[in-house]
């Protein structure tokens, strides 16, 4: 797996950050920001040459699909892959919600001349702006980058896109559809017209006085979440395909479920009963019960609906037991990286199981009387981790959650 | 429930040659057009030719509060759903929502919205942009609304794959239904985005027809071929498990399915075409000999064609099966080709009828195609296949 997040330049830097409790959040140097309520964001110093892409890759692709490319070579060769393995049996899931969307508006700018024309100047268009507007690019690099010749495509399903590109990969294995599937997830966009939608909502955090300590989630002083760009890609395969390659296996997908809220595109319901029945869904699937969780990674936004949403879900689905669970936002550190972040937060789980470790909730310091769950706040616990949750919920009202397991060779 | 299959029970379409179904599909066995020359641009762009819905007034269907917060594309997908729904005759209140999902494919979003309110943001500032704005354009957006409109609370999905996405969403539907996660889903593509910023994105596609005259435009496996004319437009379809049909219900059934990728830049690697579509008979448990017709992607451009046709012709043997061709009256509608071409073979399975490639006189390609007027003939089943730009390849097999 590979791992390209706000704050480091690959997987190793990553669980550093987030095992030290640091916050990559910070004043947004994309564009400048002055004119937006929310002024903060997770941003990777990200150099196309120094991450090994062409100079014709770092022309031609959005950062969305550079985050994924890169993150896709390095994932492949952690992997072993070679050309032992046929085409046919290999494919790509790539989870995404926002597309090009930085691309998209910088073209934009330029072909409306600053949004002075309607009717845009074709004179002036990018001969890669067609990818651009078709998301489906992001897949294709990553399939181009590695031959594959299976199942390919973009799963799209706003902020739960992460885990869900990931869910729908490993079933395509279970099914027979592919051996080996190279899947994750990428979002870049901190572009203005994505901050300016969330701040119209006041999704996002306006702490712009104190930006590393402006997303904090369960903390009753919480007022949204930073937005981010990121991605994570992940060499799945079935355990005995992964066993006889005799190749080290990281951890293993054991359930997975995923549910619409139907209630609303922003909103969220109070109970969380969609949420739970994901959670179920996911732990019926891994055939294990709610005490066995060892540790929940959350969705943890830090909006004020997300984090009472969520404490409820995981009380209904996990019980008594919920209470004694240690739960724990990485976005408190990364942000939010839209349709990226649930594959970030997979990796980090199967980091957390590898090093024993929990990363922190960072920022939490005046814990919200109505988040009375254990939220490990500020400091990275360790503890034995065999098997672990990960949650997310996204606009549209999808609601996802993946069961992580260690696996013993 | 039948191990390779589940049942259409419910179809709606909404393209360039019909508002309603029986509008499109009269007009689609009459081999008439909805292509024309693009209006509303005064003849300022390079190309000028779409396959555009004439009348959709979405005021005539959904609430005002709905519209407001929608793109065009999601006002078609949402009407199309609710006629979808009826149409299958299934009484919502008798299921659980957690049965029941959505899967739609969406390739370029709500453009036209976004269009709007980018240009709000570089001209008035921030205050100025929608709070619809956030979720109006996504692509995700479709999926969202017609599960809220529905209250359908199962695993909600959205696959994009440029134009194979379409049949990506029926397979994943159908994936779903199978392996026991819901009985019921609200599945298909839906594609519109001709403001002028999403038509000169179409445009930067490179393989846009330079014709002005509709007749000249999309002209498949044509020896004439010039490239291809976009469509807005899609398909929805209701899919139920089979036990829960009752027979003589419904349209037929999806009984294989397989997706696949070509890397390579070079329409003649007929490989990964070729063995979606073996994978998905197979799947079915059919053989190439069992194909009635096959609905093409039909590409528009020569060596696109002559990919798709040497790859049939290597399956069927040269000239060994019927070819349909329809979408060259309606353009080519992105993620929503693969379900109208769906519904499109599921009438044509009940009516024993093909509908000819609209405005195509003939083929120098190795393939039966069916050409100016419909051919009648008994069919069972169809293959229905669709790519999308870049490499997808899709194949998804009906069966009356």
Same mark, same amino acid.
């Given at each position: 797996?590979?791992?390209?997040?706000?704050?480091? !330049?690959?997987?190793?830097?990553?669980?550093?950050?987030?095992?030290?409790?640091?916050?990559?959040?910070?004043?947004?140097?994309?564009?400048?920001?002055?004119?937006?309520?929310?002024?903060?964001?997770?941003?990777?110093?990200?150099?196309?040459?120094?991450?090994?892409?062409?100079?014709? #890759?770092?022309?031609?692709?959005?950062?969305?699909?550079?985050?994924?490319?890169?993150?896709?070579?390095?994932?492949?060769?952690?992997?072993?892959?070679?050309?032992?393995?046929?085409?046919?049996?290999?494919?790509?899931?790539?989870? /995404?919600?926002?597309?090009?969307?930085?691309?998209?508006?910088?073209?934009?700018?330029?072909?409306?001349?600053?949004?002075?024309?309607?009717?845009?100047? $074709?004179?002036? $268009?990018?001969?890669?702006?067609?990818?651009?507007?078709?998301?489906?690019?992001?897949?294709?690099?990553?399939? $181009?980058?590695?031959?594959?010749?299976?199942?390919?495509?973009?799963?799209?399903?706003? &902020?739960?896109?992460?885990?869900?590109?990931?869910?729908?990969?490993?079933?395509?294995?279970?099914?027979?559809?592919?051996?080996?599937?190279?899947?994750?997830?990428?979002?870049?966009?901190?572009?203005?017209?994505?901050?300016?939608?969330?701040?119209?909502?006041?999704?996002?955090?306006?702490?712009?006085?104190?930006?590393?300590?402006?997303?904090?989630?369960?903390?009753?002083?919480? /007022?949204?979440?930073?937005?981010?760009?990121?991605?994570?890609?992940?060499?799945?395969?079935?355990?005995?395909?992964?066993?006889?390659?005799?190749?080290?296996?990281?951890?293993?997908?054991?359930?997975?479920?995923?549910? &619409? /809220?139907?209630?609303?595109?922003?909103?969220?319901?109070?109970?969380?009963?969609?949420?739970?029945?994901?959670?179920?869904?996911?732990?019926?699937?891994?055939?294990?019960?709610? #005490?066995?969780?060892?540790?929940?990674? =959350?969705?943890?936004?830090?909006?004020?609906?997300?984090?009472?949403?969520?404490?409820?879900?995981?009380?209904?689905?996990?019980?008594?037991?919920?209470? $004694?669970?240690?739960?724990?936002?990485?976005?408190?550190?990364?942000?939010?990286?839209?349709? =990226?972040?649930?594959?970030?937060?997979?990796?980090? &789980?199967?980091?957390? !199981?590898?090093?024993?470790?929990?990363?922190?909730?960072?920022?939490?310091?005046?814990?919200?009387?109505? &988040?009375?769950?254990?939220?490990?706040?500020?400091?990275?616990?360790?503890?034995?981790?065999?098997?672990?949750?990960?949650?997310?919920?996204?606009?549209?009202?999808?609601?996802?959650?993946?069961?992580?397991?260690?696996?013993?060779? | 429930?039948?191990?390779?299959?589940?049942?259409?029970?419910?179809?709606?379409?909404?393209?360039?040659?019909?508002?309603?179904?029986?509008?499109?599909?009269?007009?689609?066995?009459?081999?008439?057009?909805?292509?024309?020359?693009?209006?509303?641009?005064?003849?300022?762009?390079?190309?000028?030719?779409?396959?555009?819905?004439?009348?959709?007034?979405?005021?005539?269907?959904?609430?005002?509060?709905?519209?407001?917060?929608?793109?065009?594309?999601?006002?078609?997908?949402?009407? %199309?759903?609710?006629?979808?729904?009826? +149409?299958? @005759?299934?009484?919502?209140?008798?299921?659980?929502?957690?049965?029941?999902?959505?899967?739609?494919?969406?390739?370029?979003?709500?453009?036209?919205?976004?269009?709007?309110?980018?240009?709000?943001?570089?001209?008035?500032?921030?205050?100025?942009?929608?709070?619809?704005?956030?979720?109006?354009?996504?692509?995700?957006?479709?999926?969202?609304?017609?599960?809220?409109?529905?209250?359908?609370?199962?695993?909600?999905?959205?696959?994009?794959?440029?134009?194979?996405?379409?049949?990506?969403?029926?397979?994943?539907?159908?994936?779903?239904?199978?392996?026991?996660?819901?009985?019921?889903?609200?599945?298909?593509?839906?594609?519109?985005?001709?403001?002028?910023?999403?038509?000169?994105?179409?445009?930067?596609?490179?393989?846009?027809?330079?014709?002005?005259?509709?007749?000249?435009?999309?002209?498949?496996?044509?020896?004439?071929?010039?490239?291809?004319?976009?469509?807005?437009?899609?398909?929805?379809?209701?899919?139920?498990?089979?036990?829960?049909?009752?027979?003589?219900?419904?349209?037929?059934?999806?009984?294989?399915?397989?997706?696949?990728?070509?890397?390579?830049?070079?329409?003649?690697?007929?490989?990964?075409?070729?063995?979606?579509?073996?994978? %998905?008979?197979?799947?079915?448990?059919?053989?190439?000999?069992?194909?009635?017709?096959?609905?093409? +992607?039909?590409?528009?451009?020569?060596?696109?064609?002559? @990919?798709?046709?040497?790859?049939?012709?290597?399956?069927?043997?040269?000239?060994?099966?019927?070819?349909?061709?329809?979408?060259? @009256?309606?353009?080519?509608?992105?993620?929503?080709?693969?379900?109208?071409?769906?519904?499109?073979?599921?009438? %044509?399975?009940?009516?024993?009828?093909?509908?000819?490639?609209?405005?195509?006189?003939?083929?120098?390609?190795?393939?039966?195609?069916?050409?100016?007027?419909?051919?009648?003939?008994?069919?069972?089943?169809?293959?229905?296949?669709?790519?999308?730009?870049?490499?997808?390849?899709?194949?998804?097999?009906?069966?009356?």
């Amino acid at each position: 797996m590979s791992v390209l997040a706000p704050g480091s !330049l690959d997987t190793d830097g990553f669980w550093g950050m987030i095992s030290e409790g640091r916050t990559a959040i910070r004043r947004i140097s994309a564009f400048d920001p002055s004119q937006f309520r929310s002024q903060v964001a997770g941003e990777i110093d990200f150099d196309p040459a120094a991450m090994g892409l062409s100079h014709r #890759e770092a022309r031609r692709l959005d950062r969305a699909s550079m985050l994924a490319v890169v993150c896709a070579r390095r994932a492949v060769e952690q992997a072993g892959l070679d050309h032992s393995l046929d085409p046919a049996r290999l494919g790509v899931s790539v989870g /995404n919600a926002v597309g090009s969307a930085t691309s998209i508006e910088q073209e934009y700018v330029v072909l409306s001349d600053g949004g002075a024309e309607w009717f845009v100047d $074709q004179t002036y $268009q990018s001969p890669h702006l067609f990818d651009y507007f078709t998301p489906g690019s992001i897949a294709r690099e990553v399939a $181009q980058t590695v031959g594959a010749e299976g199942p390919v495509g973009v799963v799209s399903a706003g &902020c739960t896109s992460g885990i869900d590109s990931l869910g729908h990969a490993a079933t395509l294995i279970a099914e027979g559809s592919a051996d080996v599937m190279l899947a994750g997830a990428t979002d870049a966009p901190v572009t203005p017209i994505a901050v300016a939608c969330f701040d119209a909502i006041r999704a996002t955090t306006p702490n712009n006085d104190d930006p590393a300590g402006a997303a904090r989630p369960f903390d009753r002083r919480r /007022n949204g979440f930073a937005i981010a760009e990121g991605a994570a890609m992940l060499v799945l395969e079935d355990l005995e395909h992964a066993r006889e390659r005799g190749i080290p296996v990281l951890g293993e997908i054991a359930g997975y479920g995923t549910t &619409c /809220n139907a209630y609303h595109m922003t909103g969220l319901t109070a109970e969380g009963d969609e949420m739970t029945r994901a959670i179920d869904q996911a732990l019926a699937e891994a055939r294990v019960s709610a #005490e066995s969780i060892d540790y929940v990674n =959350a969705h943890g936004s830090g909006t004020r609906q997300n984090d009472l949403h969520e404490t409820s879900a995981i009380k209904r689905s996990l019980g008594q037991y919920a209470y $004694q669970v240690p739960i724990s936002s990485i976005k408190s550190m990364v942000g939010h990286s839209l349709g =990226a972040i649930g594959s970030i937060e997979v990796a980090a &789980c199967l980091l957390a !199981l590898q090093h024993s470790l929990i990363p922190p909730t960072a920022n939490l310091k005046e814990p919200d009387p109505k &988040c009375d769950l254990d939220y490990v706040p500020l400091a990275a616990r360790e503890a034995a981790l065999r098997t672990v949750l990960t949650i997310g919920s996204g606009f549209g009202g999808f609601q996802s959650a993946m069961v992580l397991r260690k696996v013993d060779l | 429930m039948s191990p390779t299959g589940c049942a259409v029970t419910g179809i709606d379409v909404i393209a360039p040659t019909g508002l309603t179904l029986d509008e499109y599909w009269g007009r689609t066995c009459r081999g008439e057009s909805g292509i024309r020359v693009i209006d509303d641009f005064d003849g300022r762009y390079h190309n000028a030719l779409a396959g555009v819905i004439p009348d959709f007034v979405a005021q005539k269907h959904l609430p005002g509060r709905l519209i407001t917060q929608t793109d065009r594309v999601t006002q078609l997908a949402l009407v %199309a759903a609710d006629r979808a729904l009826i +149409d299958s @005759g299934v009484d919502l209140d008798q299921r659980d929502p957690y049965d029941c999902a959505v899967v739609t494919s969406n390739a370029t979003g709500g453009f036209e919205f976004s269009h709007r309110e980018m240009q709000r943001l570089w001209t008035q500032g921030r205050e100025s942009v929608s709070v619809y704005q956030c979720f109006a354009w996504f692509y995700a957006v479709n999926t969202g609304q017609i599960s809220i409109r529905h209250r359908l609370r199962g695993p909600g999905s959205v696959l994009v794959a440029e134009q194979a996405g379409g049949l990506d969403a029926l397979g994943h539907a159908r994936r779903n239904i199978r392996r026991g996660r819901c009985s019921m889903v609200v599945a298909g593509g839906m594609e519109s985005s001709f403001d002028p910023w999403g038509w000169v994105s179409h445009q930067a596609s490179g393989n846009l027809t330079p014709a002005r005259d509709p007749v000249e435009g999309y002209l498949p496996f044509s020896p004439a071929a010039n490239g291809y004319v976009p469509g807005e437009g899609g398909a929805m379809l209701i899919l139920e498990a089979d036990d829960a049909v009752e027979p003589g219900r419904g349209y037929g059934h999806i009984v294989g399915y397989a997706s696949g990728f070509n890397p390579r830049n070079d329409p003649a690697y007929t490989r990964p075409l070729r063995r979606v579509i073996e994978a %998905a008979l197979a799947e079915a448990e059919l053989s190439a000999t069992d194909v009635d017709v096959v609905f093409a +992607d039909a590409a528009g451009t020569r060596a696109d064609d002559a @990919g798709e046709a040497l790859a049939l012709a290597e399956t069927f043997g040269p000239y060994g099966i019927p070819v349909a061709a329809p979408k060259s @009256g309606t353009g080519r509608l992105m993620a929503g080709a693969g379900a109208v071409d769906i519904v499109c073979a599921l009438l %044509a399975l009940r009516d024993n009828v093909i509908p000819p490639a609209v405005h195509v006189q003939s083929t120098d390609l190795p393939i039966d195609l069916v050409c100016e007027t419909a051919r009648k003939t008994p069919l069972n089943t169809a293959l229905v296949l669709a790519r999308g730009a870049g490499g997808f390849v899709s194949a998804l097999v009906l069966r009356k």
